[in-house]
C-alpha cells in the first residue's frame, strides 16, 4: 500500500491550546477516510495543516510534499472543498471556469461542463444568485473535473437539505471516486456517510481516539443488547459503553470475542455515530 | 508565473469592475460636458459658434492651442484624481474582501501560491489601472475632438487647421501614459503599505491604513514639535522629479513666452531620465518591495479563516 498522507507527531498550537496534540496516522491510496470528531476536537486545523494552510510541528508529508512549504506543488494534486459558501460570490460561472482552466494543469473545461449541464446552474449566472445547494453543485463540479489524487472536504453539506446530501455523496462516489483517488472527509452528519467510508479515525482533544478500517471495526467492536442475568454477566466482561433501551441494557465491547458474548443477547455491529459517542465519554473518563 | 499572472489579474478586473467603469463613466462625462458647453456657448452669441476649443474669437493660434492644452491636461487631471481614489479603495479591498466573504479558502484551493496572488494585486494597483486610466484619457480626448471637429465643421470651420493642427496629440497622450504610469511607480511605497493593511486588518481597513501615519506625524509633533513624517509622506504626492516641482501657472507663463507658435509640448516639461535616476525613485520602489514581502508573509502565516 502506498501511503499518501504520512503524519509522525504532529501538533499545532494556538498559545496555550494544543489543538493538535501529536498525532501519527497514514492515509492510503484509495481510501475514503472519515475524519470525525466534536466542535473543537482539532478537525479542521488537522485538515489545515494537511493542506498546507497552517504550519505545525512534527513530520508531515502529503503526496511526498512539505504541504506548508510546497503548496503550490501539492494544491496540483490536491483538491479541497472547505465549505459550501466559499466560492467568490461576485464571480460568473463562466469566469470561475475559465480561471481555474488557466489556473489549474489538471483541469478539464469539457468535464466540468458536462457535470454542469446535468444541473440547473447557468454558465451567465453570479454565485450570488445561485441558491446554497446550487454552489455545492458548482464546487463539486469543478472539483470533479480536476484529476487530483487527494480530495478533502471539510464539512462539505453543511446546511444543505437532504436531498442536496445525497446527490453530493451519489455524484462524488459514482462520478468521481476510483482506485486511484483518495478521499478524506470530515462531517457532523456521520450516519450518512458511514456507508461510504472505508476508513475512519476519531479526533478529540487534538488526540487521535480511534483509527481503523470500516472492515476490522466490525471485528473489533460488538454491541450487546440484553437483560436480565445475561446483562449482568455481560458486565463482567468490561463493556465500554452501556445505556438503556426499550427496557433492555445495550452494550458495546471493544476487543471482546464474538464468542464469549453469543447467547448472551443480540448481538450487533455498532453505528458509527453510537462507537464515535462511546469513544468520545470514554476519552472524558 | 506569467501566465497565471495573466488569469490572476483578469480575476481582479472581474472583481472590481470599477477599474474600468469609472474612466469610462468620466469618459462619458467629459464628453457630455463638452458637447453641453459647444451647445450652450452656441446658443448664447453667434461670435461663439465655432465655440470652444476651434473658436474663431479666441485671439490667436497660440490661444486656441493653450486652450485646447488646457482641455488635454484638465481632463488627464479628472482621470488622476480618479485613479488615486480607484488604487486606494482597490488596494485596500484586495486582501480584505476575500478573508471577509472567506473566498480566501477557494483561491488558496488552487495551485498559486500567495506570493503569486499579492503580486498580481501590486501589479493590478501600480500598473494596469494607470494603463487603463490611460486608455481612458486617450479615448477621451480621441471622441471629444471627433465630436468638436464635426461641431466645427458643422459651422463652416477648418477643424483640421483649428483643431487637429492645434495640439500634439501624440505628444500629450504620451505624456498622460508616462504621466500615469510613473505615478503608480512614484506611488508604490504607498499602494504596498495598502496591500499590507488589506491582509492584515481584521476591520475597516481605511482606518487601519490612515490612523497610523496620522497618529505617527501627531506624535512627532508633540514630542519634538517637528513635522518631518507627515512633510515627506505628503510631499511625496506632487512627483517632484518628474516635473521639477512644476506649477500649472508657471508651465502656461512658460509656453506663453516661447518662441514661434509651435504646439504646445507636454513631453518637453518632464524630466524621465530625472525621475527614474532619483534615489525617491528607488527607495520607493523597496519599500514597496518590503512591505509588499510582508503582506505576501501575512497572507501565507495568518490564520483567521
Known amino acids: ?285 | 508565473m506569467i501566465g497565471h499572472q495573466f488569469a490572476l489579474i483578469k480575476r481582479e478586473l472581474w472583481e472590481h469592475r470599477s477599474i474600468y467603469v469609472t474612466p469610462a463613466a468620466i469618459a462619458v462625462i467629459v464628453t457630455l460636458g463638452v458637447l453641453a458647453m459647444l451647445v450652450l456657448a452656441s446658443g448664447f452669441a453667434k461670435g461663439l459658434d465655432l465655440a470652444i476649443f476651434g473658436a474663431q474669437n479666441i485671439a490667436g493660434d497660440l490661444e486656441r492651442r493653450a486652450v485646447l492644452a488646457g482641455f488635454f491636461v484638465g481632463t488627464s487631471w479628472v482621470f488622476l484624481v480618479a485613479l488615486m481614489f480607484l488604487t486606494v479603495f482597490y488596494s485596500l479591498d484586495s486582501l480584505y474582501a476575500e478573508r471577509k466573504d472567506k473566498s480566501i479558502l477557494f483561491w488558496r484551493s488552487m495551485p498559486v501560491t500567495d506570493a503569486e496572488t499579492v503580486i498580481s494585486k501590486l501589479i493590478t494597483a501600480a500598473i494596469v489601472i494607470p494603463a487603463i486610466t490611460a486608455v481612458g484619457i486617450w479615448l477621451t480626448h480621441l471622441v471629444n475632438l471627433i465630436v468638436t471637429s464635426i461641431w466645427v465643421s458643422g459651422k463652416g470651420g477648418d477643424a483640421g487647421l483649428l483643431i487637429w493642427g492645434s495640439i500634439s496629440i501624440l505628444d500629450n497622450w504620451l505624456a498622460a501614459l508616462i504621466v500615469v504610469i510613473a505615478s503608480g511607480l512614484w506611488m508604490s511605497p504607498f499602494i504596498a503599505w495598502f496591500l499590507f493593511v488589506s491582509t492584515w486588518a481584521k476591520r475597516m481597513p481605511i482606518l487601519m491604513a490612515f490612523m497610523p501615519p496620522i497618529v505617527l506625524g501627531l506624535l512627532e509633533w508633540i514630542v519634538f514639535r517637528t513635522q518631518y513624517f507627515l512633510t515627506t509622506v505628503g510631499e511625496r504626492g506632487d512627483m517632484t522629479p518628474l516635473f521639477h516641482s512644476m506649477s500649472l501657472e508657471r508651465f502656461f507663463e512658460e509656453e506663453q513666452w516661447r518662441d514661434g507658435v509651435g504646439n504646445i509640448s507636454l513631453l518637453e516639461h518632464m524630466d524621465l531620465v530625472g525621475f527614474v535616476t532619483d534615489p525617491g525613485f528607488w527607495s520607493g520602489l523597496l519599500v514597496c518591495a518590503l512591505l509588499t514581502t510582508a503582506a505576501i508573509y501575512v497572507r501565507r502565516y495568518r490564520d483567521d479563516s
Not at chain 1, 42 to 62: I, N, P, R
Not at chain 1, 119 to 137: A, C, D, F, N, Y
Open chain 1, 1 to 285: 500500500m502506498t501511503s499518501l498522507v504520512s503524519a509522525r507527531g504532529v501538533s499545532k498550537r494556538f498559545g496555550a491550546v494544543r489543538a493538535v496534540d501529536n498525532v501519527s496516522f497514514d492515509i492510503e491510496k484509495g481510501k475514503i477516510l472519515g475524519l470525525i470528531g466534536p466542535n473543537g476536537a482539532g478537525k479542521t486545523t488537522l485538515l489545515k495543516a494537511v493542506l498546507g494552510l497552517t504550519d505545525c510541528e512534527g513530520d508531515l508529508s502529503v503526496l511526498g510534499f512539505n504541504p506548508f512549504r510546497q503548496r503550490k506543488q501539492l494544491m496540483q494534486n490536491i483538491c479541497f472543498i472547505a465549505d459550501v459558501a466559499v466560492l467568490p460570490r461576485w464571480i460568473k460561472v463562466s469566469q470561475l471556469l475559465d480561471y481555474v482552466e488557466a489556473i489549474h494543469p489538471n483541469f478539464s473545461r469539457k468535464r466540468a461542463e458536462e457535470l454542469l449541464r446535468q444541473t440547473k446552474i447557468m454558465s451567465t449566472s453570479r454565485v450570488k444568485e445561485l441558491s446554497k445547494g446550487m454552489v455545492t453543485q458548482l464546487h463539486l463540479s469543478i472539483i470533479m473535473a480536476i484529476d487530483a489524487k487527494l480530495l478533502v472536504l471539510d464539512e462539505p453539506t453543511l446546511g444543505l437539505d437532504i436531498l442536496f446530501r445525497k446527490e453530493f455523496y451519489s455524484n462524488l462516489l459514482n462520478d468521481y471516486f476510483d482506485e486511484e483517488r483518495t478521499i478524506l472527509i470530515t462531517t457532523h452528519q456521520v450516519e450518512e456517510i458511514e456507508n461510504l467510508l472505508t476508513d475512519i479515525m476519531f479526533i478529540n482533544d487534538g488526540k487521535i481516539l480511534l483509527d481503523s478500517s470500516m472492515d476490522s471495526l466490525s471485528d473489533t467492536y460488538v454491541e450487546l443488547m440484553t437483560s436480565g442475568d445475561a446483562a449482568k454477566k455481560a458486565h463482567g466482561l468490561r463493556p465500554i459503553a452501556e445505556h438503556e433501551m426499550f427496557g433492555k441494557s445495550v452494550m458495546l465491547f471493544e476487543g471482546v470475542s464474538r464468542d464469549h458474548l453469543e447467547g448472551l443477547g443480540e448481538l450487533r455491529i455498532p453505528s458509527v455515530a453510537d462507537l464515535f459517542v462511546a469513544k468520545i465519554k470514554e476519552a472524558r473518563k
